[in-house]
């Protein structure tokens, strides 16, 4: 009759079928497979994933995941009957494992060390292993329509040192083996760009444009529209830096770059224009243009016809009545010394009148002038923002 063995009597049913199962033969340095010829064919399957960070600057998404890994150890076995189990655990050092890792990850950190990690083995040698880890996975980002992009990455898990001919990964029956790819897609939520970057930015180049054409204004506050607009100018360079700082230095600027560059255009071509207008407004005042007659046809035509009718009435009167005067008889040289002063006085006050006809002339003008050019850089700028916005 056989001793007693208290101490494996005391082993539970795993740890028999592991002590007696496994030591006197497995070697877990062999192909899990009897003939060397034989491939192994390793399913995977993506049991779970988040995203957890997108960084289109450096083109990686960092997500964590769980793949499951299910192959055939053909050297393990029992008897289910005789122990009463179907599965048991195993630590994962103790067998053979495919060596299959993310080939599109630049950095892998596996949340459970390799020691600590287990497997779960079948009676009949089906074995299941679960991958969980941290992954920096690289990704080609398309961010032509940047903050409306979608992205798809894509990530590669297969063998690292087997061939086709040794192991082969399949997913099933429609993807080709040895190499599995996931695609990832993820949508970008624009709102935070939206209501930091481009919003604001309409808004100053709205300010900006009404600031560099508002038709209260007269020659000597033009300067002050010119710093308004240049300081636009810096404030739209500075968004512009922060949008190409997040984006990776790519060929093509994404949609939200293309926006805030054609409101800088928008602004930058205001303010040549505002210059433009200063310049002229200034000459005019200056060197005494007279104003032309097409000018003066213009103001008729935008509702200034009364005020050159009135001016213009003035002048002549004034003209006709020095015609007028005439001194004969007695005194006549007395007079005629007087009248000469007095024309000099009259002539006097009609350049002061002619003076100031010619400069509220060029004012009214100018103001037309700033009207027309706010609406037509209002309107372009809203068709600029609504076109790129769409695409």
């Given amino acids: 009759?056989?001793?007693?063995?208290?101490?494996?009597?005391?082993?539970?049913?795993?740890?028999?079928?592991?002590?007696?199962?496994?030591?006197?033969?497995?070697?877990?340095?062999?192909?899990?497979?009897?003939?060397?010829?034989?491939?192994?064919?390793?399913?995977?399957?993506?049991?779970?994933?988040?995203?957890?960070?997108?960084?289109?600057?450096?083109?990686?998404?960092?997500?964590?995941?769980?793949?499951?890994?299910?192959?055939?150890?053909?050297?393990?076995?029992?008897?289910?009957?005789?122990?009463?189990?179907?599965?048991?655990?195993?630590?994962?050092?103790?067998?053979?494992?495919?060596?299959?890792?993310?080939?599109?990850?630049?950095?892998?950190?596996?949340?459970?060390?390799?020691?600590?990690?287990?497997?779960?083995?079948?009676?009949?040698?089906t074995v299941r292993q679960s991958m969980y880890a941290v992954f920096v996975n690289l990704c080609d980002m398309n961010v032509d329509k940047f903050p409306y992009d979608e992205q798809t990455c894509m990530v590669k898990i297969g063998p690292w040192t087997y061939t086709l001919q040794e192991v082969t990964c399949v997913s099933g029956p429609d993807i080709e083996p040895n190499e599995i790819y996931f695609g990832l897609t993820v949508k970008r939520r624009p709102q935070f760009y939206v209501?930091?970057?481009?919003?604001?930015?309409?808004?100053?180049?709205?300010?900006?444009?009404?600031?560099?054409?508002?038709?209260?204004?007269?020659?000597?506050?033009?300067?002050?529209?010119?710093?308004?607009?240049?300081?636009?100018?810096?404030?739209?360079?500075?968004?512009?830096?922060?949008?190409?700082?997040?984006?990776?230095?790519?060929?093509?600027?994404?949609?939200?770059?293309?926006?805030?560059?054609?409101?800088?255009?928008?602004?930058?071509?205001?303010?040549?224009f505002a210059v433009l207008v200063l310049t002229l407004h200034q000459r005019a005042h200056t060197r005494e243009w007279k104003p032309p007659a097409w000018m003066l046809w213009i103001l008729r035509m935008t509702g200034s016809s009364k005020f050159l009718s009135r001016n213009i009435t003035k002048i002549r009167h004034k003209n006709s009545t020095a015609e007028r005067v005439n001194y004969t008889g007695e005194g006549a040289y007395l007079f005629r010394n007087l009248d000469e002063s007095l024309q000099s006085v009259r002539e006097y006050i009609q350049e002061e009148d002619r003076d100031y006809f010619r400069e509220l002339t060029y004012i009214k003008f100018f103001d037309r002038l700033d009207f027309l050019l706010l609406v037509i850089f209002q309107v372009g700028n809203a068709l600029v923002t609504l076109f790129l916005v769409k695409q």
């Fill in 195 to 272: 209501w930091v970057l481009l919003i604001p930015t309409y808004i100053i180049t709205v300010v900006c444009i009404f600031g560099l054409f508002t038709s209260t204004a007269n020659h000597g506050l033009r300067e002050e529209r010119v710093n308004l607009g240049i300081t636009t100018l810096l404030s739209s360079a500075v968004i512009l830096q922060i949008v190409a700082n997040a984006m990776p230095k790519t060929s093509q600027l994404p949609l939200l770059g293309n926006f805030i560059l054609a409101e800088i255009f928008v602004v930058a071509i205001g303010v040549l």
């Fill in 1 to 125: 009759m056989p001793k007693f063995n208290q101490e494996l009597f005391d082993l539970s049913n795993s740890t028999c079928v592991y002590a007696y199962g496994f030591f006197p033969g497995y070697d877990n340095s062999i192909r899990p497979v009897i003939n060397e010829r034989d491939v192994l064919t390793v399913n995977i399957s993506l049991n779970s994933m988040s995203v957890l960070v997108l960084d289109p600057a450096e083109e990686t998404v960092t997500f964590s995941s769980e793949f499951i890994l299910q192959w055939q150890d053909q050297f393990i076995s029992w008897n289910k009957s005789e122990y009463n189990i179907t599965w048991l655990k195993l630590k994962e050092s103790f067998l053979r494992t495919p060596d299959t890792t993310v080939s599109t990850s630049i950095n892998t950190n596996y949340l459970i060390d390799s020691d600590e990690r287990y497997v779960s083995v079948k009676h009949d040698g």
